[in-house]
């Protein structure tokens, strides 16, 4: 199966931001983007799993360039769509759908 380095990279980020978003107890990206004892042990236990994972499942050893690269840009990619989320919650615009849902 030919997967190519230039594809695997956005697969296994895709598959890392899954691994964090599934974490029980909620992870706190904002801690954890300003780097914590919680990141690091996240980084070990999904940097495992994701090299196991994508060894059984597609025969290939991911470099540890690639996973270390998708899981930070997992982490980034998270901790921003919470800022976009924090932001639009308190946006003009969501404002304005609250009082229309008062009346």
């Not at 931001?17 to 990141?39: F, H, N, Q, R, T």
């Not at 540890?64 to 690269?69: D, E, G, L, S």
């Amino acid at each position: 199966m030919g997967i190519h380095k230039s594809e695997t990279l956005p697969d296994v980020t895709y598959w890392l931001a899954l691994e964090i978003a599934k974490v029980d107890p909620v992870v706190d990206l904002d801690v954890m983007y300003k780097g914590s004892l919680e990141l690091d042990f996240l980084y070990q236990l999904l940097t495992c799993k994701v090299q196991q994972h994508w060894w059984q499942t597609y025969g290939i050893q991911l470099s540890p360039v690639i996973v270390n690269n998708a899981f930070f840009r997992a982490v980034a990619m998270l901790h921003n769509r919470n800022i976009e989320f924090s932001r639009s919650r308190n946006s003009e615009e969501t404002v304005w759908v609250r009082q229309l849902l008062k009346r």
